[in-house]
């Protein structure tokens, strides 16, 4: 009955109710804080990360109590997800629960049996992350990884399902676009386009705020209500803290409950959640600390809409189509309003981009 929660969100939404009915539909579910690299965009170098695994009584009760609604959840953090020694254990647990899980890799330990174990899973989406088409570039912006290695293991993980006849999770090859890397976005797109296995090829703008400090969206950028507040994605720290988003976390907010201590349903209609709902119906979402400072692309009611009239899957596979239309459309103005540099006098140009396999080789034409 997944329609009816996203019913239910969509009339609370278009209705401006701070309670709403339903549930969110989407989670992100740090499921280890550990990492083994140093990446300068990350906010773990500003909030000090624990090595711990979130406990395994965290992990099940959040799927449990999110089982009715959650459509995917996105196992990753502020932690690598292979360092979790339960991740397929957890993948395993969201497929029991009818839940689609997604992660996001820095690929330097993708060895053979890892890649295997990947695609034999219940799996829906992969992302590779890959931050450079350079050495120089991509071990700057991911430092403690070598360019050849986690490269190889990509390659690796690409060719085995490729051998498989495709079978396996989407796999999206993505690099976030920063001014250390922008110039070489045509090559980066280029050869990993050409790779048999590869079902997209992304490049995405930094949403993290640590590389543009000054960026951010104006009081009067917040037209519309944060789809975050209404939808989710809810963002679940190791120890069962919950945030509105994963922005909220990253630019200093506070959690917004424990979901040892409290059921999803009070956390999601809770008191700071109703209040942060209540600021953006009246128009001064941007007035909320990390609101105003967010990086997030705000989406145009009528995308919202569409967000939760669809499955939470068909809408993950057709947000990359959805982002390229809107941002090379012209004639389609206002449907997505990326941050700015708030501070200065220009606005800064959109970095999102997405390009498809399909979309490249059909351009190349």
């Not at 969100?9 to 701070?18: A, F, K, M, S």
Request: glycine share 10%; hydrophobic share 35%.
């Amino acid at each position: 009955m997944r329609w009816l929660n996203r019913a239910k969100l969509l009339l609370g939404y278009w209705g401006r109710r701070t309670k709403l009915a339903g549930l969110p539909v989407e989670f992100i579910v740090e499921t280890t804080a550990k990492c083994n690299l140093y990446c300068p965009m990350c906010p773990r170098e500003t909030y000090k990360q624990p090595k711990e695994d979130m406990p395994d009584g965290v992990f099940d009760r959040l799927v449990r109590e999110a089982s009715a609604s959650a459509e995917h959840m996105m196992l990753i953090g502020l932690g690598e997800p292979f360092l979790d020694g339960k991740i397929f254990e957890r993948i395993g647990k969201c497929e029991t629960h009818g839940i689609h899980s997604l992660i996001s890799t820095n690929g330097t330990l993708l060895d053979e049996a890892t890649c295997r174990r990947i695609l034999d899973s219940s799996l829906a989406h992969v992302t590779l992350s890959f931050d450079g088409a350079t050495k120089e570039s991509f071990e700057y912006h991911r430092k403690g990884a070598k360019f050849e290695r986690v490269r190889d293991n990509f390659l690796r993980l690409t060719r085995m399902k490729h051998e498989r006849g495709g079978r396996g999770p989407q796999l999206v090859v993505q690099m976030v676009r920063m001014e250390g890397n922008a110039g070489e976005v045509d090559d980066f797109v280029r050869f990993w386009s050409a790779q048999p296995g590869v079902d997209q090829v992304r490049i995405k703008e930094d949403e993290t705020n640590l590389m543009r400090p000054d960026a951010g969206h104006a009081s009067a950028d917040w037209k519309h209500p944060c789809h975050y507040l209404w939808r989710g994605t809810m963002y679940a720290k190791w120890n069962g803290d919950l945030y509105p988003c994963c922005q909220s976390y990253m630019l200093g907010g506070e959690p917004v409950g424990n979901i040892e201590r409290e059921s999803l349903e009070q956390i999601w209609n809770g008191a700071p959640m109703q209040r942060m709902r209540d600021a953006h119906v009246r128009g001064r979402g941007g007035e909320i600390d990390v609101c105003g400072k967010c990086c997030t692309t705000i989406p145009h009611p009528v995308l919202v809409t569409g967000s939760l009239l669809l499955h939470g899957a068909t809408v993950r596979k057709l947000l990359p189509a959805v982002e390229r239309l809107v941002y090379f459309a012209k004639w389609l103005p206002g449907l997505l309003t990326p941050p700015k540099r708030v501070t200065g006098k220009t606005a800064e140009a959109p970095l999102v981009q997405i390009e498809t396999t399909a979309a490249r080789r059909e351009s190349d034409r």
